[in-house]
């Protein structure tokens, strides 16, 4: 029965079970954030354990075909080794699980941050939608956003 299950969940799949398995999250972050189910479900370590779990299940296959872990370190050698790097669909997968799981805890912070400050759910729908699609730039206006309902420009917050 694993061998069914790992035979079944290819690079190729996976990609599509974290792309799909993550959508749930973000509806509810963009269109709940106020519910218990957001709260329990969403903000909580739950979906990070999920894609851990996805993580550690590339990481033991990746282990199994003989990857090369200590060749990841080319990616700070310049972008020809990270573009090497990116042919690959081990790290690839790698990569992208990382992308999505960093950009799904800092939309959970989002909300929680703005029910903190009584942010209007409407105004904190298009930085998560930003998040979701170009982590860092959505974040960027999130804090703009921040900035008016605090009445305060915290760097270190």
């Not at 998560?128 to 999130?142: K, V």
Request: with cysteine; hydrophobic share 50%; charged share 10%.
């Amino acid at each position: 029965m694993f061998e069914q299950i790992y035979n079944y969940f290819t690079i190729e799949i996976l990609y599509y079970w974290v792309n799909f398995g993550v959508l749930p999250f973000w509806l509810i972050l963009i269109f709940f954030p106020n519910s218990n189910l957001c709260r329990y479900f969403v903000t909580s370590i739950f979906p990070i354990l999920v894609l851990s779990g996805t993580y550690f299940f590339i990481l033991y296959k990746g282990f199994l075909s003989s990857y090369d872990y200590i060749g990841n370190f080319n990616l700070y050698l310049g972008l020809d080794g990270i573009s090497n790097l990116f042919s690959n669909k081990t790290f690839l997968i790698m990569f992208w699980i990382h992308f999505l799981s960093i950009n799904l805890f800092t939309g959970g912070w989002i909300v929680k941050d703005a029910q903190k400050f009584s942010i209007n759910k409407i105004i904190v729908f298009f930085p998560l939608i930003i998040t979701y699609l170009i982590g860092p730039l959505g974040l960027f206006f999130y804090w703009l956003i921040r900035i008016f309902y605090s009445k305060s420009i915290n760097l270190y917050d």
